[in-house]
């Protein structure tokens, strides 16, 4: 199984380690969906910045 995270929140004016899990996920501008694999590693990161990503899952 594999997720879709979608960015919908600027990491503009939050704390650094926000910033850097955003760009580990693959996410660079507002609106940019990327696909990552359902693992315990990609799955802390949303956690850490789940107010500014939408998540859904997808059967691949």
């Known amino acids: 199984m594999k997720l879709k995270i979608t960015l919908v929140k600027s990491p503009i004016a939050s704390l650094p380690k926000h910033k850097a899990n ?26 850490a910045v789940k107010h500014m990503v939408k998540v859904e899952e997808v059967d691949e």
Do not use: C, M, S, Y
């Open 22 to 47: 955003v760009e580990a996920l693959g996410l660079h501008k507002v609106g940019q969906t990327v696909i990552q694999p359902d693992d315990a590693a990609i799955r802390g990161k949303i956690f």
